[in-house]
């Protein structure tokens, strides 16, 4: 069975290689596709995931690596799979949801990447990020108010904690 002559040599390659892996991506691509894309496609093929959920040439190869990344981490990818969001949005979004937080709400309200950590770091700290996940705190501005939050429950757990109190002391304000 031989390739369509109506892809580009670089598309032909992407889909002789994914024949002789014994993948057939000619049901999910068009000529409209990118060879990266169509790389893509068949990467989702080799590891088992759905490849609908991206098998659509308005995505780049990058935001198709992301929502194929959350396919095979098994997450919502249908938080981000969205073709206005770059793919480092999609990144950002992905990385919170494999840790157990929906970010999306922050990536779409402007907030850059150390901004979105810093938020990611007190949801892991297990301190109450919400007080400072705002679009006008800078990613610095987080982390202080984070720290400081950290601060704060280790000396109140060591003052609820008989005997510890005199250990944590020297925990500054």
């Known amino acids: 069975m031989g390739v369509k002559p109506r892809y580009t040599r670089e598309q032909q390659n992407v889909i002789q290689e994914a024949m002789e892996c014994g993948f057939d991506v000619s049901p999910y691509i068009t000529e409209a596709f990118t ?19 991206y098998n659509d040439p308005e995505y780049s190869n990058c935001q198709m690596w992301q929502i194929r990344e959350g396919l095979t981490g098994k ?20 990385m919170g949801l494999e840790e157990g937080l929906d970010v999306s709400e922050y990536v779409r309200q402007g907030m850059g990447p150390e901004q979105i950590r810093a938020i990611l770091q007190g949801y892991r700290t297990d301190i109450d990020y919400t007080l400072y996940a705002k679009p006008w705190y800078t990613a610095g501005e987080m982390r ?6 950290i601060r704060e429950a280790v000396r109140s757990r060591a003052e609820e904690t008989p005997g510890a109190g005199s250990m944590f002391k020297s925990v500054k304000k």
């Open 35 to 53: 060879p990266e894309q169509i790389r893509e496609i068949f990467w989702g093929l080799m590891t088992g995931v759905d490849v609908t959920f």
């Open 75 to 94: 997450v919502d990818v249908s938080v981000y799979a969205d073709k206005n969001l770059d793919w480092k949005k999609m990144y950002l979004i992905r």
């Open 144 to 149: 202080e108010i984070g720290s400081k939050l």
